[in-house]
Nanobody, 126 residues
Framework: QVQLVESGGGSVQAGGSLRLSCVAS????????MGWFRHTPGKEREGVAA???????MYADSVEGRFTISQDNAKNTLYLQIDNLKVEDTAMYYC????????????????????WGQGTRVTVSS
C-alpha cells in the first residue's frame, strides 16, 4: 500500500522559510514524477513544483526563485524548500506521485498523479 505523508507546515511571518517533507512508503516505481500542489478554499488546486525520477524539475511561474524541490531517494523523501514566504502562499500543501512519467506540460495536472498525501498546512501572516 502506497502512503505519502507530508510534514513541515506551520505558521510563519512573511519573509520566513519553511521546508516541507513528504515521506513515501510502499512506492517502488522507477519512473515517476512527484509533485507539490497547494489548495486554498475558493481557488483551484495549483501545482507549484515537480521533479521526475531523472531529476528534471519544473516550477510554477508564481513560485520560481522562491521554491526549491528536491528528493532524497535513500530516504524516500521529497522536499519543498520555501523561502521568502508571502501571504499568498497560505494554503494546504500536498505531495503527489505518478506512475510513469507524463509529458512535462501535464506535470501540474492533478489527473496525472495516482497517489496523494493528506496535506500539511502553511499559514503566512503579514
Amino acid at each position: 500500500q502506497v502512503q505519502l505523508v507530508e510534514s513541515g507546515g506551520g505558521s510563519v511571518q512573511a519573509g520566513g522559510s519553511l521546508r516541507l517533507s513528504c515521506v513515501a512508503s510502499g512506492y517502488s516505481y522507477s519512473n515517476y514524477v512527484m509533485g507539490w500542489f497547494r489548495h486554498t478554499p475558493g481557488k483551484e488546486r495549483e501545482g507549484v513544483a515537480a521533479i521526475n525520477s531523472y531529476g528534471r524539475i519544473m516550477y510554477a511561474d508564481s513560485v520560481e526563485g522562491r521554491f526549491t524541490i528536491s528528493q532524497d531517494n535513500a530516504k524516500n523523501t521529497l522536499y519543498l524548500q520555501i523561502d521568502n514566504l508571502k501571504v499568498e502562499d497560505t494554503a494546504m500543501y500536498y505531495c503527489a506521485a505518478s506512475i510513469g512519467i507524463p509529458s512535462m506540460y501535464r506535470w501540474f495536472s492533478g489527473d496525472e498523479y495516482k497517489y496523494w498525501g493528506q496535506g500539511t498546512r502553511v499559514t503566512v501572516s503579514s
